[in-house]
C-alpha cells in the first residue's frame, strides 16, 4: 500500500513538472502573436495613411470670351441735385416731408405764410379791373384813326418788318451788336405806331392798363413763389429750416437729389484714352459692395486732359432704380476695351510656376470622388486679372483643380470636394 502511494505521488509530481514547463514554453510564442499582430496593424495604419487623399476643389474646363480689362477709379454722383432756395421773403408755414422722403415732381414740399401776398393780388386786380373800365369807356367815345395804307405804305411797312425779322436772326446767331438790333427794332416800332396798326396797344398803355397787367402778373408770380414744390423726383437729403422760422429772400431750405440718375466720374490716364469710347460696356465694383458687381456703359468721355494729374474724365451710367448706390461713394470701373473670344480659359490661381514654367494640375483616372492628380505643363496667351488663356497643354473638359493644388506633388492622391 505505501509502495502504491509513493508511484501516486510520483506520478503527479512528475505530471506537474511537464505541466510547468510546457506553459513557460507557451507564453513567449503568446507574446511573440501579440507583438506580430501589433507590428501588421501599425503597418496598416501606415498604409493607409500613405493612401490618404488630399482634398481639392476642381474646375471642368470650357470654352469663352476672355475680356481685356482697363481698371478706372471713381467716384458716384447724380445728375439731378439741387439746393432749393427761398424765391420770395417770409415765415415758414408747413413743411410737408422728412429727411429721406421720396417725393414727386411737382410736390409741395415748404409753404410759405402767403396772406400779403394774396392781399397784395387782389389790390393789383382791383388797380387792373380800373384801367380796364377806363380803356373801355375811352375806346367807346374815340374817333377811328386807323386810315387805310396806300400801296406804297405799305410796301415800306413790310420791308421795315422784313428787315426786323432777319435783324432777329442776325442777332441770334451774333451777326449783328446790340446797338445795330436795337436800332431796326425801334425803327420797326415807329413805322407800326405811325401806320396804326399798333392803335390799341397804345390806348391800353394811355390809360394804364398794360401796366396794371404787368403789375397784377408779378404779384401772381410771387404769390406762387410762397409755395416751394419738388422740381424732379427725389429724395430729400437735408432740411435746412424749422417750421416758424422767418425766412429772407434766397435763404437756403433743403436739398434734394434723385439716385435714379446716378453716374460715376471715372479718372483715367491720358496714354489710355485710345482705350476709351461712349457706349463701351463697364462692371463696376463699389468700395461699399465689394462682393458684387454691376454693369453700365461709358455715357461720355470729358474733351479736356487735366494738367496737374493727366487724366481725362469719363462718365458712366449705372442703373440705381433700387436707390442702393450713394453720391460720393468709391468704386472701381473696368473697362472691357476688347475681348478675344471662345478661347480655353482657366482662373489665375489654378496656374502656377515651376522652373520658369506655367502649369496646371488636372485630375485623372477619376472614380467617384477619387482621382490622380497630375501636373501638365501649360502654354498662356493673354490675361486679365482673374483668368488666363491657354493656347495649348490642357483641353476642354479638362478638371483643373483650382484650390488645394500649392502643396500638391505630381502623381498626388486627391479627393475631390466640390
Given at each position: 500500500?505505501?509502495?502504491?502511494?509513493?508511484i501516486?505521488?510520483?506520478?503527479?509530481?512528475?505530471?506537474?513538472?511537464?505541466?510547468?514547463?510546457?506553459?513557460?514554453?507557451?507564453?513567449?510564442?503568446?507574446?511573440?502573436?501579440?507583438?506580430?499582430?501589433?507590428?501588421?496593424?501599425?503597418?496598416?495604419?501606415?498604409?493607409?495613411?500613405?493612401?490618404?487623399?488630399?482634398?481639392?476643389?476642381?474646375l471642368?474646363?470650357?470654352?469663352?470670351?476672355?475680356?481685356?480689362?482697363?481698371?478706372?477709379?471713381?467716384?458716384a454722383?447724380?445728375?439731378?441735385?439741387?439746393?432749393?432756395?427761398?424765391?420770395v421773403?417770409?415765415?415758414?408755414k408747413?413743411?410737408?416731408?422728412?429727411?429721406?422722403?421720396?417725393?414727386?415732381?411737382?410736390?409741395?414740399?415748404?409753404?410759405?405764410?402767403?396772406?400779403?401776398?394774396?392781399?397784395?393780388?387782389?389790390?393789383?386786380?382791383?388797380?387792373?379791373?380800373?384801367?380796364?373800365?377806363?380803356?373801355?369807356?375811352?375806346?367807346?367815345?374815340?374817333?377811328p384813326?386807323?386810315?387805310?395804307?396806300?400801296?406804297?405804305?405799305?410796301?415800306?411797312?413790310?420791308?421795315?418788318?422784313?428787315?426786323f425779322?432777319?435783324?432777329?436772326?442776325?442777332?441770334?446767331?451774333?451777326?449783328?451788336?446790340?446797338?445795330?438790333?436795337?436800332?431796326?427794332s425801334?425803327?420797326?416800332?415807329?413805322?407800326?405806331?405811325?401806320?396804326?396798326?399798333?392803335?390799341?396797344?397804345?390806348?391800353?398803355?394811355?390809360?394804364?392798363?398794360?401796366?396794371?397787367?404787368?403789375?397784377?402778373?408779378r404779384?401772381?408770380?410771387?404769390?406762387?413763389?410762397?409755395?416751394?414744390?419738388?422740381?424732379?423726383?427725389?429724395?430729400?437729403?437735408?432740411?435746412?429750416?424749422?417750421?416758424?422760422?422767418?425766412?429772407?429772400?434766397n435763404?437756403?431750405?433743403?436739398?434734394?437729389?434723385?439716385?435714379?440718375?446716378?453716374y460715376?466720374?471715372?479718372?483715367?490716364?491720358?496714354?489710355?484714352?485710345?482705350?476709351?469710347?461712349?457706349?463701351?460696356?463697364?462692371?463696376?465694383?463699389?468700395?461699399?459692395?465689394?462682393?458684387?458687381?454691376?454693369?453700365?456703359?461709358?455715357?461720355?468721355?470729358?474733351?479736356?486732359?487735366?494738367?496737374?494729374?493727366?487724366?481725362?474724365?469719363?462718365?458712366?451710367?449705372?442703373?440705381?432704380?433700387?436707390?442702393?448706390?450713394?453720391?460720393?461713394?468709391?468704386?472701381?470701373?473696368?473697362?472691357?476695351?476688347?475681348?478675344?473670344?471662345n478661347v480655353?480659359?482657366?482662373?489665375?490661381?489654378?496656374?502656377?510656376?515651376?522652373?520658369?514654367?506655367?502649369?496646371?494640375?488636372?485630375?485623372?483616372?477619376?472614380?467617384?470622388k477619387?482621382?490622380?492628380?497630375?501636373?501638365?505643363?501649360?502654354?498662356?496667351?493673354?490675361?486679365?486679372?482673374?483668368?488666363?488663356?491657354?493656347?495649348?497643354?490642357?483641353?476642354?473638359?479638362?478638371?483643373v483643380?483650382i484650390?488645394?493644388?500649392?502643396?500638391?506633388?505630381?502623381?498626388?492622391?486627391?479627393?475631390i470636394?466640390?
Open positions: 500500500m505505501s509502495k502504491i502511494l509513493k501516486i505521488a510520483l506520478i503527479i509530481i512528475v505530471g506537474g513538472l511537464i505541466f510547468a514547463g510546457f506553459k513557460m514554453f507557451q507564453k513567449p510564442k503568446e507574446e511573440e502573436t501579440e507583438i506580430i499582430k501589433a507590428e501588421e496593424k501599425e503597418e496598416g495604419k501606415k498604409e493607409k495613411k500613405k493612401e490618404a487623399a488630399l482634398p481639392v476643389q476642381v471642368t474646363i470650357k470654352r469663352g470670351n476672355l475680356p481685356l480689362r482697363l481698371n478706372v477709379s471713381a467716384t454722383d447724380v445728375w439731378e441735385k439741387a439746393l432749393l432756395r427761398a424765391e421773403a417770409g415765415t415758414v408747413s413743411i410737408n416731408f422728412a429727411v429721406g422722403d421720396w417725393v414727386k415732381k411737382g410736390q409741395l414740399l415748404i409753404k410759405l405764410d402767403d396772406e400779403e401776398r394774396r392781399l397784395d393780388v387782389e389790390q393789383r386786380e382791383a388797380e387792373k379791373l380800373r384801367s380796364y373800365s377806363q380803356y373801355l369807356i375811352s375806346e367807346s367815345t374815340a374817333v384813326d386807323d386810315p387805310e395804307l396806300t400801296e406804297e405804305q405799305k410796301k415800306e411797312l413790310n420791308d421795315v418788318k422784313q428787315t425779322l432777319q435783324a432777329v436772326k442776325d442777332i441770334e446767331k451774333g451777326k449783328i451788336s446790340q446797338k445795330n438790333f436795337e436800332k431796326i425801334d425803327e420797326y416800332q415807329k413805322t407800326l405806331i405811325f401806320s396804326g396798326k399798333m392803335r390799341e396797344e397804345i390806348r391800353k398803355a394811355q390809360e394804364g392798363l398794360s401796366t396794371a397787367i404787368i403789375v397784377l402778373k404779384a401772381q408770380l410771387n404769390l406762387n413763389r410762397t409755395s416751394v414744390r419738388s422740381p424732379f423726383d427725389g429724395i430729400i437729403a437735408e432740411l435746412i429750416v424749422s417750421k416758424g422760422e422767418k425766412m429772407n429772400q435763404a437756403e431750405l433743403l436739398r434734394i437729389v434723385n439716385l435714379k440718375t446716378l460715376l466720374r471715372g479718372f483715367a490716364l491720358e496714354s489710355e484714352i485710345r482705350h476709351l469710347k461712349i457706349g463701351t460696356a463697364v462692371r463696376i465694383r463699389f468700395d461699399s459692395f465689394p462682393d458684387q458687381y454691376v454693369y453700365g456703359e461709358i455715357e461720355a468721355i470729358s474733351p479736356e486732359i487735366d494738367p496737374d494729374r493727366k487724366t481725362i474724365t469719363i462718365y458712366v451710367k449705372v442703373d440705381n432704380k433700387d436707390k442702393r448706390y450713394l453720391p460720393g461713394m468709391n468704386a472701381g470701373i473696368d473697362i472691357e476695351y476688347k475681348v478675344f473670344e480655353i480659359k482657366v482662373p489665375r490661381n489654378a496656374v502656377l510656376t515651376r522652373q520658369d514654367r506655367y502649369l496646371v494640375f488636372v485630375v485623372r483616372n477619376i472614380k467617384g477619387i482621382g490622380i492628380a497630375n501636373w501638365e505643363y501649360v502654354e498662356v496667351g493673354h490675361q486679365n486679372d482673374e483668368e488666363i488663356e491657354i493656347k495649348s497643354g490642357i483641353k476642354e473638359g479638362d478638371p483643380v484650390d488645394g493644388h500649392l502643396t500638391l506633388a505630381h502623381q498626388s492622391r486627391v479627393k470636394t466640390n
